[in-house]
């Protein structure tokens, strides 16, 4: 069955320190996997994306990680922001035509000042 | 460019009543979706689009229908609403190149409740 589970369900640190939120995922055939942001009352927004050749890709202070042989990923947010309160989505692609799209539960993460 | 729009944002329904979801987007994607999530669970897909004339079931169309007259427009009609469509709804739509980053680009999304 293709199904990506996350960790922790919830995250509170406080403000300046660093966190990291996992992913792991059954899915197949795999194209690519993707960290969105979901701001509270909005839509998710991608933050990286990772090939299966890829094994790290950051953004600014988030860095992603992908272990293809492991099936699993992590989100590392260095020195968090209160503007990093968000949900943290992950989503595998499968390479496949139409409904390729495999969205785990999120991680809702709080940073408190 | 204003991406993906959805409207209304936010709506209450009785049981049995119906409305349409409207979507739009100006980016010239052929790639469009609906999702709903509900709380703590991952996105659902409802139904998708592949280009204009063009639509698919996803995961859990009952209850619902679209259309795609044209490559902007990707309205959801609820029939006959029922408390287990109380969800959050968001609209989507992506590129078809590349293939390899498909990034998908969503709308704020809209509330429904059904009472």
């Known amino acids: 069955k293709n199904q990506v589970e996350q960790s922790p369900q919830s995250l509170i640190i406080l403000e300046g320190k660093n966190c990291t939120l996992q992913?792991?995922?059954?899915?197949?055939?795999?194209?690519?996997l993707r960290w969105y942001k979901q701001d509270t009352g909005r839509g998710p927004v991608s933050l990286t994306i990772?090939?299966?050749?890829?094994n790290t890709k950051s953004n600014g202070r988030y860095t992603a990680t992908l272990d293809a042989d492991t099936k699993q990923s992590s989100l590392h947010i260095t020195a968090s922001q209160l503007s990093d309160s968000a949900s943290y989505i992950c989503?595998?692609?499968?390479?496949?035509?139409?409904?390729?799209?495999?969205f785990g539960p999120g991680t809702r993460l709080s940073v408190l000042p | 460019n204003a991406g993906v729009t959805q409207t209304p944002k936010f709506r209450i329904l009785k049981i049995g009543q119906s409305m349409t979801l409207q979507c739009a987007q100006d980016?010239?994607?052929?790639?469009m979706y609906w999702y709903r999530q509900d709380p703590g669970m991952g996105l659902k897909l409802i139904y998708y689009?592949?280009?204009?004339?063009?639509?698919d079931k996803g995961e859990v169309p009952n209850g619902y229908n679209v259309s795609r007259s044209t490559t902007e427009d990707f309205p959801l009609r609820l029939e006959l609403a029922a408390p287990s469509q109380t969800s959050v709804y968001f609209c989507?739509?992506?590129?078809?190149?590349?293939?390899?980053?498909?990034?998908?680009?969503f709308g704020p999304g809209t509330r429904l409740t059904v009472l």
């Open positions: 989507a739509s992506r590129s078809d190149y590349p293939v390899s980053t498909d990034t998908q680009y």
């Open positions: 992913c792991n995922y059954t899915v197949s055939p795999f194209s690519n």
């Open positions: 990772m090939t299966f050749s890829e």
């Open positions: 989503v595998v692609s499968r390479n496949t035509n139409g409904q390729n799209f495999v």
């Open positions: 980016m010239n994607h052929n790639y």
């Open positions: 689009s592949v280009g204009a004339g063009i639509t």
